[in-house]
């Protein structure tokens, strides 16, 4: 199999689908966390 190359565009649409990801799941443990938090608190 060969390497992929890709142009500037394919990078950058790549990166940016990887950090809403990254951001998506830092949100829903953070979330998480907090609601675990809160049940203690209560």
Known sequence: MQPKLFNLLEI???????RKEVVARRTA???????ARAHILE
């Not at 950058?12 to 990887?18: A, G, N, S």
């Not at 443990?29 to 609601?35: I, Q, S």
Request: aromatic share 14%; charged share 45%.
């Open 29 to 35: 443990f953070e979330l998480k966390v907090a609601e």
């Open 12 to 18: 950058l649409e790549e990166f940016i689908e990887h």
